[in-house]
């Protein structure tokens, strides 16, 4: 009768997970590199992710991360600090566990292309609560209401402002190691800056979910109802406020034309402080220096992911197989930084993942 039950329910959670596309995650990754050792240590990747039932459909899953449960978070930030970068700009730092002792680890995080403090509460909350470390969330220029003295932005973030940041991080923990997290847009910076350092950068390891990899091309595959309410924030956040900031630049007007993301990026170039696309591009896309990149970056990309498509990863399929230091996940569900899990009480697969990921690395180091 026992054996009759099992088989039963064996075949109910077969069922469920055909249902709701319940699947192991798929690994690309170079097999004489060192991806393969820390595959083999990190157990999520060696079972299914599955979603929350009742955000198995894309488009439910995201407008429920963006909606309500990153808003339902309430964490506390120690302070937010405000940096003023060699040219006058403003950007700043959110910290959490700042009283944690002085050789704690921390983890460097890069928000998403219109990220807060307080859209952030829900991955700065799951990784410290994993890893037990300090949080140091890097905010971009012109995000959080932050002065724009200098008029210049970057929807991918400067890597100029990333070192002084990084400067800044290590001052006030000089024995404290450093890992990287880019969720989104954050990626992009996470990339290029990894691209641009090589072996030189104070980071042990990094992670980026969800990113668009070619920054020149990933904005086509955006959903369009995504893509025109992202245009819309980018107005509302970087635009609106700052109009005296924006009155002396003459293609703002052609800006404020663009009815999607893509018509934004390749129009607001002077508005990130280069003359014209071309330069902006070589100075910003991450592809261009994405094989460059010595320490150990893991990548989390959802299929079904209306904002991030998984068709943006396609062409560097080969190029991954071939690096030493770069491994791609991807999973079947997950929509675009939601990966949940769980029925009554969701929580974050993917966060999961960079937290045991970060906190295996360490132990090596430790070792």
Request: proline share 5%; with cysteine.
């Amino acid at each position: 009768m026992r054996s009759v039950l099992n088989q039963v329910s064996r075949r109910a959670l077969a069922l469920l997970d055909q249902a709701i596309g319940a699947e192991q995650p798929k690994l690309y990754f170079n097999q004489q590199g060192e991806f393969k050792a820390i595959f083999d240590q990190l157990p999520q990747l060696h079972r299914k992710y599955r979603p929350t039932p009742w955000l198995s459909n894309t488009h439910a899953h995201l407008l429920y991360f963006d909606l309500i449960k990153k808003r339902s978070i309430h964490l506390k930030y120690d302070q937010i600090d405000q940096l003023t970068m060699q040219d006058g700009g403003i950007t700043g730092i959110a910290w959490f566990g700042m009283d944690l002792p002085p050789e704690t680890p921390t983890i460097v995080v890069m928000h998403t292309i219109t990220g807060t403090p307080d859209s952030m509460r829900e991955l700065v909350q799951d990784l410290h609560q994993y890893t037990g470390w300090r949080i140091a969330l890097c905010l971009r220029r012109g995000h959080a209401g932050l002065p724009m003295p200098v008029a210049k932005i970057n929807l991918f973030g400067s890597t100029a402002d990333l070192r002084e940041q990084l400067d800044d991080i290590q001052e006030k923990y000089p024995v404290s190691p450093l890992y990287g997290m880019g969720s989104s847009a954050g990626t992009g910076l996470l990339v290029r800056y990894l691209g641009e350092q090589g072996i030189d950068t104070p980071l042990k390891a990094a992670f980026a979910l969800c990113p668009g990899y070619n920054t020149e091309l990933g904005f086509k595959h955006v959903h369009p109802f995504y893509s025109k309410m992202m245009t819309k924030k980018l107005f509302q956040k970087f635009v609106e406020p700052y109009r005296q900031t924006w009155q002396n630049t003459a293609s703002l007007s052609k800006v404020m034309q663009s009815k999607t993301l893509l018509d934004f990026e390749q129009a607001y170039f002077e508005m990130a402080g280069f003359q014209d696309y071309d330069s902006y591009n070589q100075s910003t896309n991450p592809i261009y220096v994405f094989e460059k990149i010595e320490i150990p970056l893991l990548v989390l990309n959802a299929e079904d992911d209306p904002v991030c498509h998984i068709r943006n990863f396609e062409p560097y399929k080969s190029v991954v197989s071939q690096m030493r230091s770069v491994a791609v996940v991807t999973t079947k569900k997950g929509s675009h930084c939601g990966f949940y899990e769980g029925l009554k009480e969701t929580h974050s697969w993917a966060a999961k993942l960079a937290a045991d990921f970060f906190l295996l690395d360490a132990s090596k180091t430790a070792a």
